[in-house]
């Protein structure tokens, strides 16, 4: 049966629009049995989440999006800790420090905003995000509210992408890092939509951008995602057997999409049993290193 799991979901605790408890619920009302709760750079949403898949029989893995910037921003992406323990110190205290990093970036593109003739208060930004750490679409849903342009996408194309007015890098974790950190929380570490990776596109490609990624650790690329038509799939999925990744998938739910469905994304995300299995497995393996 497909679309029975989703490794890949976002709640309020980062930039997604339903809580962690509403998330769970949503993915018992859509039959799936099991998914990550992956919020960027943070597993704050984790234990509301997994209490509420108890009481309805949905199993919750712990899991996070790490942001990863290197080379001044040259290169970005984004790894996928997936069936990580929330709780492991290293880990949280990290995150709490990309939080304090990412408070900084949300104020400084307020700054640039406003330096380019948009005014626009943090405090609507911060209100915007409530308890969630605070990312791009927070400030761009906070663009919208304030009248300043009419959907999320125009917020980004305007003002919020690489190479807009007001664009600030992550300032994220490096790769090996990223890897080293989601290993000893006890998760496997996944290639978030590899194609969407900043500097994916130089000499080499992909191949050589998962390279040195398969060398300092990371354990898959996501392979099922709903930005990824069957071209991007057969080409993510040489490079899995080249390097002997496993292919992970998820529909990257946020909740403000109509069009993108948990474990099912835009009709193109289908995840069953042997996936599933095939992550234990891995996770497993990496737990008793």
Sequence with gaps: MAALYDFHVHSTASDGLLSPVAVT???HAAGIRLFALTDHDTTSGVAAASARGRELGVEVWGGAELSVSEQDGDVQMHILGLGIDPGEPALAAAFAARRRLRDERGAEIVRRLKSVGVELEYDRVRSVAGRGVIGRPHIARALVDAGHCPDV???FSRWLRRKRPAYVGSGGFGAAEAIDAIHAAGGIASLAHPLLSVGVDASGGLDRFVSRLAELGLDALELQHPTH???RRRRIRRVCRKYRL????GSDFHGDKPDIELGRGRGNVRIGDDLYRQLA?????IRAR
């Design 246 to 249: 496993l292919a992970t998938g």
């Design 281 to 285: 497995e891995r996770r497993e393996a």
């Design 25 to 27: 619920e949503a993915a």
């Design 153 to 155: 996408d125009t917020a």
């Design 229 to 231: 038509d069957p071209g």
